[in-house]
């Protein structure tokens, strides 16, 4: 199985739809902390809907469009990374990402993150990679600044959360070309 290594016992690899009973039973855990930010985790209630979801993402990969990734740590999925947009003729695309609490706190996202970034931009050369979090969300945007991003905008009363409307902000990263 092709990986990627990111730590000491930490993985990241493709989340394909062989994985969905995997995936669901992590979303089953880490629900009330990935709820807030994130309304797949409230909609993803079943394998079944993880897996036409996981089939979805491997359908858009295949037409060269968006995709998801798993991140392991000592053998057990603990969060992931999606380039939630990819569109090689715009040359622009958007990273997502989450953690089950227990893994977060050791740089398993912006490692991942930027290997993904690394392949946009290098291998791909695709010019733009854009990331959005609410401005609640401090360490999704400690996220976006560790990786080099730059603040572009405030997007108002955009998303919402628990009911409640909320401001999302837009990071991105430029590749400087020629
Ligand atoms: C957003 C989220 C993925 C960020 O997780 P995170 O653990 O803070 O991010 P990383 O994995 O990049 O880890 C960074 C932390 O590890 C530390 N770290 C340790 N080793 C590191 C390394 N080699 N490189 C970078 N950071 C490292 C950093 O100092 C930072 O810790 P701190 O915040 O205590 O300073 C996570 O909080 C989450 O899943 N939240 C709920 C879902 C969500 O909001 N998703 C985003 C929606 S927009």
Known sequence: MLS????????????E????????AFIERARPHLAPWLPW???MDDPAKVRHWLTRCAEA???????IFGIWL???????????SFDPALGTCELGAWLAPEAEGRGLITRAARHLIDW??????????QWRATTANT????????LGMRREGVLRSAFTAGGVRQ??????????RG
């Not at 990627?4 to 989340?15: I, K, Q, V």
């Open 61 to 67: 990969q295949a037409r060269d469009g968006k995709r």
């Open 120 to 129: 946009a931009l290098h291998t791909r050369g695709l010019t733009r990679v």
């Open 74 to 84: 000592d053998g057990e999925l603990v969060g992931g990374i999606e380039f939630a």
């Open 139 to 146: 360490r999704s945007l400690a996220v976006a600044h560790r």
């Open 4 to 15: 990627h290594p990111l730590a000491d016992g930490a993985e990241l690899r493709a989340l």
């Open 167 to 176: 401001d999302v902000e837009v990071w991105a990263l430029v590749a400087e």
């Open 17 to 24: 739809p062989w994985r969905a009973e995997e995936f669901h």
């Open 41 to 43: 985790a409230t909609a």
